[in-house]
């Protein structure tokens, strides 16, 4: 999954010689806390609602308000802005993308493209859309948790279980991460199972995998197993 499906375009930008109070302005109207900045065409800098509060927070104690609002009039947005900000490709995968909001503890990135024009911006709001995209969320139905060994065909078997009792699959998520050493955890999200026959399947999984929790999201019920208590 790539940036450019994800990222949020067209960009909402501001000059780097508009007011500090311009980006006030568009941050509040438009409902967004990061504004590239552009001169020429170009990407100048970043300024966000963080850079703002930090601007005005030092006067605003010694200021009048009347004062505060002609002084933030006259601060121009290329004195305030973060300059040379870390960017992204649109060819960037998510998982890139997110390690790189990680690793420098920013929400969020221009994404650069041909001849260094600013294509979108890629946010941490856009990677919980991704993640609820690929979790099949929307879709609600059930969630399985699953522990199984690291082997071939152990999903396919999960995968039919399921298919026995009704169930579509909408997505099916895997990991080694946390799990015991030749062991896998698999998450997979299902819906069309009646309310009988998951409780049937929830009786047959005993013997034939470990069952880490059941979240049924139509009723918001949730059945935690810890795994070690199923082995």
Aim: net charge neutral.
């Amino acid at each position: 999954m790539l940036v450019r499906n994800w990222m949020s375009r067209p960009v909402i930008s501001i000059d780097a010689d508009d007011s500090m109070q311009d980006a006030i302005t568009l941050l509040k109207e438009r409902h967004i806390h990061m504004l590239p900045v552009m001169r020429k065409g170009k990407l100048a800098g970043i300024v966000t609602d963080g850079d703002l509060k930090r601007a005005s927070a030092s006067d605003a104690t010694t200021l009048e308000i009347h004062e505060l609002l002609y002084l933030i009039s006259k601060i121009k947005v290329k004195d305030i802005m973060t300059k040379d900000p870390v960017t992204v490709p649109p060819d960037y995968t998510i998982e890139e993308t997110a390690d790189v909001l990680s690793t420098h503890k920013i929400s969020g990135v221009p994404v650069i493209g041909h001849k260094e024009q600013l294509a979108g911006i890629i946010t941490q709001t856009d990677l919980f859309r991704v993640i609820m995209s690929l979790s099949g969320f929307g879709k609600r139905g059930v969630q399985f948790g699953f522990q199984v060994e690291d082997s071939p065909g152990t999903v396919a078997i999960l995968i039919d279980m399921i298919r026995e009792y009704g169930g579509r699959v909408v997505s099916i998520l895997t990991s080694n991460e946390g799990s015991p050493e030749g062991y896998r955890s698999v998450y997979i999200r299902a819906y069309g199972i009646s309310q009988s026959d998951l409780l049937k399947l929830r009786q047959v999984r005993q013997e034939r995998t470990a069952l880490l929790y059941i979240v049924d999201h139509r009723e918001n019920r949730r059945e935690i197993v810890v795994a070690s208590d199923e082995k």
